[in-house]
């Protein structure tokens, strides 16, 4: 349930000021809107980048061993305990997959964030959220890069669940961003969402009353059409054909904020954050019961492959320490 303003008094008024303060804090953060950011684009291109490697270094150890990174290394007389090999459990390639392993460990920590209210303090829901799915991905392609493309028998299950759970979740985290959530991770009713698309109606329409050439920006600002109830592939159509429209529409109102001499650099930026903000809530009002809806769909397909791909890692780990040859 939504925490109540009415709540965060009962606390205040029982603890110790100084906790009562902090209480009070808490609960206002958890209530607020998330904002969001660009932490979860750079944490996606950082594992993309990282993983992205290490596929590259097991391509040259496989075909070309001398333009390895390891190989480069053995000429310098470093990393020389680690030989170049392109089986799976020599060289780096163990000590890979147990990072690899220990990302999809530790991504499970989104869970735990998810249904542990002690830990709502330690960062919104929409940031654990980023790092789950960078150890996601990051995992995913260090594990790749461990296998050298060796994939058979009962591993091959866990190595094609994993590697569905990874690219189901870069959609399911596209979807998730069609809520908008409140720090806590609860997600605005369409009052809410509504209440946000007013406020900024009320701030821009001041914001053109001290600078008339900012009116001109808002009303670029386009309506989507309603997601509808068609299936769901058609609906994540339109709402891809809309997220790349009102793309080319934001840089184009960037840009041209720019080149505005009318406008000062401190009425942009606040004009830029205004028509970002409302674009977005605009955006939720008419997708939200799609995106829920399609959603709830992924759910139902992303957590058994998730819980098979982690069943059978950890039967290939403890069949590999228990038989393998010394």
Sequence with gaps: MRPHNGNAAILVESAPRGKAQAAG?????????DSGGMSGGILFVSAALLGGLAVLESHFQRHQ???SFLGVSHQFGLLTQYEISSEPNRGIWLPMAMVGSGCFVVMMLYSLRKRAGFLMEF??????????MFLGLLGALLVTAHTNLKIGGIVSISYWSMVIVAASGILGRYLYGWIPRRVSGQELELEDIRAIIARADERLAALAGESPGALAYHERIKTPPAAGEGNALAAIGRM??????????MVGIWMDLAGDRALTPAVKRRLFRLLRRKSGMIRARNFLSAAQRLLHYWHVFHKPLAITMFIVMFLHIAVYYVFRVQ
């Design 65 to 67: 061993p001398g333009f």
């Design 123 to 132: 960062g919104s829901l929409r940031r654990w959220l980023d790092v789950h």
């Design 25 to 33: 804090r808490a609960a206002r953060s958890a209530d607020a809107p």
């Design 240 to 249: 891809m054909a809309y997220d790349a429209a009102n793309l080319f529409r």
